[in-house]
């Protein structure tokens, strides 16, 4: 594994950073997580704008511009040699001393990592997952903006930790007013008599990549996908409910605080969704590893 920090490769064992990164001591720093499919990156841009968005939120400077950073996450890839695979990019606030003032901490720290994937087996794709409300409500954002991918992640960690005890797939975040949120780690989908629901970025959810492949995948299909405030009880009357995130895809939900959606089975329009998804990440996304096949020639 060849692990980018600072403008160096290194081994799994030498990639390692100083216990005085604020990123470390604090969460103090932003990050995205991609995927790489069939050696191509997908929505490259759209991951990077968001980590740029994400840096500004916490006024971070992101020593390398945009184009430098998606040659830096290409360079990784090509190096790691996985046509399919997870990439993590982290950038923190880098080492200062022991108080938490950014002021002392002239330079960021950017690490790109390229892994294996560790899929979710494949019968929960099929028979779905069982979700409960976590306890634990998302982070409001006028404390921690959820759409702000920091690392600061203990909000969903605690809520995670919910999942774990009580021997459930996910959990489903609410906000202060009790709206559903998202997932600890991915945005949830409903569907109300035909319509795709989803939270609004402003009910503190983060604008998910798939989130919003899926909007325009269900918009193409002819569904119409709106952005919709709903609370737990829509969620366990509604027709169909799915969860999307980088690593988990389209995840279908069958069962929301021991009470079971609709007949209990993955809905006809999260399998079209998932099977339009699938399509998309075979196809689209910025080819690495594979050469874009050549354009036709137009004879002249
Ligand atoms: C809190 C949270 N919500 C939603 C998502 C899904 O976003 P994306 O589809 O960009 O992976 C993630 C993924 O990292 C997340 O951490």
């Known amino acids: 594994m060849q ?123 099929e028979r779905g997952i069982r979700v409960a409300t976590a306890a634990t409500r998302r982070n409001s954002p006028d404390a921690l903006d959820p759409s702000i991918k920091s690392l600061n992640y203990l909000n969903n960690v605690l809520a995670r930790l919910e999942a774990n005890r009580q021997g459930m797939g996910e959990v489903l975040m609410l906000n202060a007013q009790g709206y559903v949120c998202e997932g600890s780690a991915d945005n949830v989908f409903l569907v109300v008599g035909g319509e795709l629901w989803t939270p609004p970025v402003a009910a503190g959810a983060l604008e998910g990549i798939t989130r919003n492949a899926v909007m325009e995948l269900a918009a193409a299909e002819g569904i119409v996908a709106r952005e919709m405030f709903f609370n737990r009880q829509q969620v366990y009357t509604a027709d169909e409910c799915f969860l999307t995130g980088t690593g988990a895809e389209i995840v279908p939900v069958v069962e929301a605080d021991g009470r079971r959606i609709a007949d209990g089975a993955p809905g006809p329009i999260t399998k079209r969704l998932t099977e339009a998804f699938h399509r998309l990440t075979r196809t689209e996304g910025e080819p690495v590893l594979v050469e874009e096949p050549r354009a036709a020639k137009t004879g002249s």
């Open 3 to 125: 692990i980018y920090l600072d403008g160096k490769f290194y081994s799994k064992e030498e990639a390692k950073i100083s216990v005085f990164d604020h990123g470390f001591l604090y969460g103090d720093g932003v990050f995205e997580g991609l995927r790489v499919y069939s050696g191509r990156i997908f929505r490259l841009q759209q991951h990077l704008a968001r980590l740029y968005r994400s840096a500004r939120g916490i006024m971070l400077e992101i020593p390398l511009d945009a184009g430098a950073m998606a040659e830096v996450v290409r360079e990784t890839v090509r190096r790691n040699g996985l046509l399919d695979a997870y990439i993590r990019l982290v950038v923190s606030r880098g080492p200062g001393d022991l108080g938490l003032n950014p002021v002392v901490c002239p330079k960021p720290t950017v690490i790109c990592i390229v892994d294996k994937l560790t899929l979710w087996p494949r019968e929960l794709y």
